[in-house]
């Protein structure tokens, strides 16, 4: 299990720009997750960035992401990864009981919603911080997609407080912001 490797099968799974960066994104969040928690950042960041890989052809509750992890299984790939990407989805009733599957559920959600926060700031994820996504959150029509319940419950889950939380994700995010394409509008050529 190598991170080229997964980026490959991702490749080759997904099409869609936007959810490769959402990918990405969750990548970079567990990646940082992993490093200030003492973990194994390669497992945690493949982990993420594999989260979603059968959502594009497979969205459905009965199949996502039944059938990516299915593919995981045939490659070799472990069974915490592929239990931890099962426990994202609150709707297979797999319980979250490692600190990878906490924290692969925290920062899913609020990755994307971050992404989106920054989308509408000419200075993009620069000096993005919780005042700013808490006051998007309150706003229901603002990335309605976003489910902010699981954005909270995530942090409550992983025990960390919900501002620090987005503080850390979103530094996180900054690190790989021209990746995501989130650097800030003046920076574009």
């Not at 991170?3 to 490769?20: H, I, N």
């Not at 931890?84 to 599957?101: F, G, K, Q, W």
């Not at 995530?154 to 989130?182: P, Q, T």
Request: include cysteine.
């Amino acid at each position: 299990m190598n991170r080229e490797e997964a980026w490959k099968l991702l490749c080759e799974w997904t099409q869609s720009e936007s959810l490769r960066k959402h990918m990405l994104a969750v990548e970079a969040a567990m990646r940082a997750y992993a490093r200030r928690f003492g973990e194994d950042e390669e497992k945690w960041g493949i982990t993420g960035l594999l989260h979603d890989m059968d959502y594009e052809r497979h969205p459905s509750p009965e199949e996502h992401p039944r059938v990516g992890v299915r593919e995981l299984e045939r490659l070799g790939y472990p069974e915490d990864v592929r239990r931890a990407i099962l426990s994202h989805a609150d709707y297979l009733d797999v319980p979250r009981r490692t600190l990878m599957e906490k924290t692969l559920y925290a920062v899913d959600e609020l990755s994307g919603f971050i992404t989106a926060v920054a989308l509408m700031r000419p200075g993009r994820l620069e000096g993005l911080g919780a005042k700013s996504v808490r006051k998007k959150m309150k706003q229901k029509s603002f990335a309605a997609g976003v489910n902010r319940e699981d954005i909270r419950r995530g942090a409550e889950e992983l025990g960390v407080d919900l501002d620090e939380h987005i503080e850390f994700v979103a530094a996180a995010l900054r690190e790989r912001a021209e990746e995501l394409g989130l650097e800030p509008e003046r920076a574009r050529g």
